[in-house]
Every structure is written in C-alpha cells, then in structure tokens.
C-alpha cells in the first residue's frame, strides 16, 4: 500500500447504482447517494486501522512558537480525529522522531531524570495544540498525520470529487455501508441490516488481517485502533 491506490468517484457511484438497483437515479437521487457515501465514508475512517488509511498519510513542516507550541487547525489540511502521528526534526543532517507523552505525564517528567534535553526532545497533545519540548526557540519540524478525506459532495463550495481518496480495498466496505444508509431512507430494515453487517464484517477482516502481521511502531495505531 505504499502507492497511492484508489478509484473514481464515477465508478464509485457505478457500483452503487448497482447496488440498491437504481442505474438512473430515480428511486434514490444523486445528490442523496454522494450524502450516503460521505456519511460511509466518516464511519469507515473511524472504524479501520490507521494502516489502511496510507492514502490520507501526509506531512508538511511547521514552525513552532517560541514556548514550542502549534496548532493544529493551522496545518494545511484538517487532520481527522486531531490524530498526529509522528514529529519529527533534522539533526546533524538525519531525521530523529520525537518520542510522544501523555498530557498528563508532563508534570511527572518535568521532576525527573527523563524530563530530556535539547538532543532528546518530546511532544505532546493537548485539545487543539501540541507542544514540543524542551526548546530554546522556535523550532522547525516536520509534523505527519491522516488528513480528513475529500467529501464526495462538498456543501460548501457546492462541487463534487472526481477521485474517491480512500485505497481500493476499502471501496466493498464504502459500498456496503452507503447501500445501508440508502436502504435506511427506503425503510427497508432487513437490508439494512444486512448491508450494514456485511460492511462490518470486511472491516472486521481487514484489521484481523494487520493484527495477525503487525510490528509495533510509532504511529501505527490510531484512535480506536487497538
């Protein structure tokens, strides 16, 4: 999954149609299809591991303030969950990670031996901010996260997404679960029932399936994502 490995939107919408038998959008119109996908496709992001979500992994470099902090709603992108996954800086011309703490940890550490020092830094989330520490000044880091993904229908600037961001095996997932929600606003419960459940099921097996071949690792386990 190291390329990215994704789908149109239009060939999204395809199986869909499919799906629920409507190829003319007569019994569930566009516009309620696209709501169905993006309602999917905020469900599937929370339940997946992080793994599955290399399509969304981005990074860019920010500065600091001088008592270390930044906030995270000025990165370039909106970061789902408000997850960061690794900091990191250049040192002596190699890239160190920066080790993450608990918010509530810090008043522990500031009192001990593992309170770190300027070659040995640490970063922590608190509500909207993150703070890097220790810091003499304003410091230059290179921050990854998972952004939000494209909405298939963005009410805002009234457009749609030409391409679904999500890698093509969590397109089955995406389907079932925006079937589901279709057949919700048909009041057909037993296929709801049933779409939603299959829906559960390949998640299900695609974090099994990384549970059985993980390697710990810093970032790899998300909100949720045990």
């Known amino acids: 999954m190291a390329e990215i490995n994704n789908i149109s939107v239009s060939e999204v919408l395809r ?32 339940i997946i591991h992080n793994y599955y979500l290399k399509n969304l992994e981005t990074e860019e470099v920010v500065t600091t303030d001088s008592d270390g902090d930044f906030v995270i709603t000025d990165l370039n992108n909106k970061v789902f969950r408000n997850d960061i996954l690794t900091i990191s800086t250049l ?77 093509i095996v969590l ?24 779409a939603f459940e299959i829906g559960q099921n390949n998640i299900q097996l695609l974090n099994n399936r990384f549970a059985q071949e993980r390697t710990t690792g810093v970032g790899q386990v998300g909100k949720g994502n045990t």
């Open 171 to 194: 397109i089955d997932a995406l389907l079932d679960f925006a079937e589901a929600n279709l057949w919700k606003i048909d009041n057909k419960p037993n296929r709801v029932k049933l």
């Open 15 to 46: 199986h869909l149609r499919t799906r629920v038998e409507d190829d003319n959008d007569l019994g569930f119109s566009l516009q309620q299809k696209l709501d169905a996908l993006d309602t999917s496709q905020r469900y599937l992001c929370t």
């Open 91 to 167: 040192k002596n011309g190699h890239l160190h990670t920066l080790d993450k703490i608990e918010s509530d940890d810090v008043t522990r550490l500031s009192n001990t031996y593992l309170s770190g020092d300027l070659d040995y830094q640490m970063w922590y989330q608190f509500g909207n901010k993150v703070h890097i520490f220790p810091l003499a000044d304003e410091g230059e880091f290179i921050v990854q996260y998972i952004k939000e993904p494209t909405l298939f229908y963005d009410d805002e600037s009234t457009t749609q997404a030409t391409d679904c961001d999500l890698d």
